[in-house]
């Protein structure tokens, strides 16, 4: 018998592995400023992705109408994009 992981493991395990990422991330204390603002930047990215896999898997909008797709999908973008924004332009 042989074991086949699920959508569901997968993305169990995607954002595992994302979270594990953002704390190393959080926990690396460079001194260069550069350093830290890509950290940070990449950190969102993986919060913004973690959100997407939320909805799309767990909340199961990928059985949705594609308009509702569109939306999580559309907030996933601009909400994302522009907080990151924000972060580097403050």
Avoid: C, Q
């Amino acid at each position: 018998m042989t074991y086949s992981p699920s959508r569901n493991d997968i993305a169990w395990v995607a954002l595992v592995v994302a979270t594990l990422l953002t704390w190393f991330l959080g926990t690396s204390h460079d001194d260069e400023v550069g350093a830290a603002h890509a950290g940070v930047v990449v950190a969102l990215v993986l919060a913004f992705a973690k959100a997407w896999i939320v909805g799309n898997e767990f909340m199961e909008i990928r059985h949705a109408p594609r308009w509702l797709r569109s939306v999580l999908a559309g907030w996933v973008l601009v909400a994302g994009s522009g907080l990151i924004g924000i972060y580097l332009l403050g």
